[in-house]
């Protein structure tokens, strides 16, 4: 065997014993980058003043199945955490990079350490570096300023929204009533044809209605029988109301019976002749109604005018209507007037009020009925609750929080026996004149710096309070209470009967006391509001996630 074909297969034997270690090698190397997660953290600053933002990132590169869960709430204490904005996610192959940013930030002067974070990926914590955090004051010069007085507490104005916002709504029904009063009664429309021929004289109404008759296709169209009743309709309604004769209820005997009764009595001056001709075309038009006769074309028209000639000398025949009977026609137009104003007043305030009751309808849907009537009677917690809220801290140790009005600092007067274990006490409150709605704060400095208050004696003294002011049955629970920024304190609420201010009459209402404090001091708030007051609860609910204390005197 040559020296190349040995050394050929040496070569290829080692390289057969090799591959397998180098194929685990390779795969290993690939399935540890895989598994390896790499965080890093950047500050954008070191250095900010009283109130100013930190923003911290922390970056995290993991495989696409990988679960990561960032810190969350005030876990960057002694820092306080503004905002953590939505995580940003960038995709390359299997892999994931995660990008959040928080901003931070602090309200005293120092040096503080930001703590290191846990990332949890899968389930294993990693920890990210800790950094140091100056946060400066803002240089004041006080010795070049004058001093001024403390500025006396002034009444805020109130907003006038809410009337301006009323005014407007009820202008604009007002708008919408005179419209349509307008529409349905002032505006004079123009007649209709029918209303037209309504108001003119019975004479010249039965020659328009003959002429509109000549002109009919009735005859054409071979419709004798409604030409006929046309036709005989409207001599009798001629009759009827210039003659004065009932006429349209009248059979064709009985109405000639009562034509030569009147012609017989001087009323009417008719002829024989021309009776004799209304009487024929009557029973020529029964014959045509009953006995479904067919007269020929020359004949129906030659009746019509007939009854144009009959009418003629009919109304030719009627003696001059005298002042009492033009007086009784003036009178029985203006009666017609006034019913016909009668009737649009009556549209106008029927459609006024079909208008209102659907808005009603409509806004109560959308609504509520309940705060609709609220909205259009008033009601005090909801004009509270829809009012400018004010945002601001009272005593010391401050309590901040949100109120729809401002509270007013109470002189407490300690008794002597308080007086050893209370240093300073600060009381602020609102009460509403019209409904259980009260918001009260306390701020208590203790005597002695080093002792921690006792929150059960304050519960025991407030709801002893509640008592002595005449509330029965109170039922109280007890929870743990945390503010927005992580600090803890105690709430103590439930239900009572409650008096009303000013009277005895004993109401069901909710109270809710919230109890901070640390060595050397003690906070609490105390609302009191009506059980079924549903802004009022609004109010209530507002408040609590907006109060924050500080954690030190």
């Known amino acids: 065997m040559s020296y190349t074909n040995r050394t050929n297969k040496i070569g290829v034997s080692y390289f057969l014993r090799v591959l397998p270690v180098f194929v685990f090698l390779l795969c290993g190397s690939k399935m540890s980058a895989q598994e390896s997660p790499r965080i890093s953290t950047e500050i954008d600053t070191t250095f900010i003043k009283i109130g100013e933002q930190v923003q911290w990132k922390v970056t995290v590169d993991i495989d696409s199945t990988d679960f990561v869960i960032f810190p969350e709430g005030q876990t ?18 299997d892999r994931l990079t995660l990008q959040k940013i928080y901003a931070l930030t602090q309200f005293d002067s120092g040096a503080y350490k930001l703590p290191s974070q846990r990332i949890d990926i899968n389930g294993t ?6 950094s140091l955090i100056n946060v ?16 006396p507490i002034i009444n805020v104005e109130k907003s006038n929204y809410t009337f301006w916002k009323y005014l407007l709504i009820g202008l604009l029904i007002l708008l919408i009533l005179g419209g349509l009063f307008y529409w349905f009664v ?32 009735y005859l054409i169209q071979d419709e004798y ?35 030569e009764l009147l012609k017989d009595a001087g009323e009417l001056k008719l002829d024989d002749d021309t009776i004799k001709q209304f009487q024929q075309i009557l029973q020529t038009a029964d014959l045509v109604k009953f006995a479904k006769n067919k007269p020929s074309t020359s004949v129906a028209e030659q009746d019509r005018k007939l009854v144009e000639q009959i009418v003629e000398k009919t109304h030719e025949a009627l003696p001059e ?23 649009k007043i009556q549209i106008a305030v029927i459609s006024a009020v079909a208008v209102i009751l659907i808005g009603i309808t409509i806004a109560g849907v959308k609504f509520g009925f309940g705060y609709l009537k609220d909205t259009v009677l008033g009601h005090p917690t909801k004009e509270l609750l829809e009012g400018e809220w004010v945002q601001s801290s009272y005593g010391f140790p401050p309590i901040q929080l949100e109120s729809p009005q401002v509270l007013v600092r109470q002189k407490i007067k300690l008794p002597a026996e308080a007086k050893a274990a209370i240093a300073d006490i600060q009381a602020f409150e609102y009460r509403s004149p019209i409904a259980l709605f ?30 002595s002011q005449g509330a029965k049955n109170i039922i109280t629970k007890q929870e743990e209470f945390s503010t927005i920024s992580g600090v803890k304190g105690v709430k103590v609420f439930g239900s009572g009967k409650f008096p009303m201010p000013g009277s005895e009459e004993l109401i069901d209402g909710e109270y809710a006391v919230l109890l901070f404090g640390g060595k050397g001091f003690q906070q609490y708030v105390i609302l009191t509001w009506l059980e079924e007051d549903t802004y009022a609860q609004e109010i209530v609910d507002r408040i609590l996630t907006s109060v924050e204390v500080k954690t030190e005197a």
């Open 136 to 151: 400066a004051t803002v240089p004041v010069d006080t010795l070049n300023q004058k001093m001024y007085d403390i500025k």
């Open 76 to 93: 960057f204490s002694p820092l306080e955490t503004v905002e953590a904005f939505a995580t940003d996610t960038t995709r390359n192959k």
């Open 438 to 467: 009260n918001i009260g704060t306390t701020s208590i400095t203790l005597a002695q710096q080093d002792v921690e208050p006792e929150f059960d004696k304050t519960i025991e003294q407030i709801l002893s309070n509640f008592e």
């Open 125 to 130: 914590g990693f920890m990210t570096d800790s």
């Open 225 to 259: 029988k409604q030409y006929y009743s046309e036709l005989t309709t409207i001599v009798r309604s001629y009759l009827e109301e210039d003659a004065h004769v009932t006429a349209l209820e009248s059979t064709t005997g009985q109405l000639i019976e009562k034509l």
């Open 186 to 217: 002032l505006r004079k429309k123009p007649l209709t044809e029918e209303e037209k021929v309504a108001l003119l004289p019975p004479y010249d109404r039965a020659l328009l209605e003959l002429k509109k008759l000549e002109n009919s296709k």
């Open 321 to 343: 209507p005298t002042e009492e009977e033009l007086l009784e026609q003036a009178e029985y137009q203006e009666e017609l007037e006034r019913k016909a104003k009668k009737k």
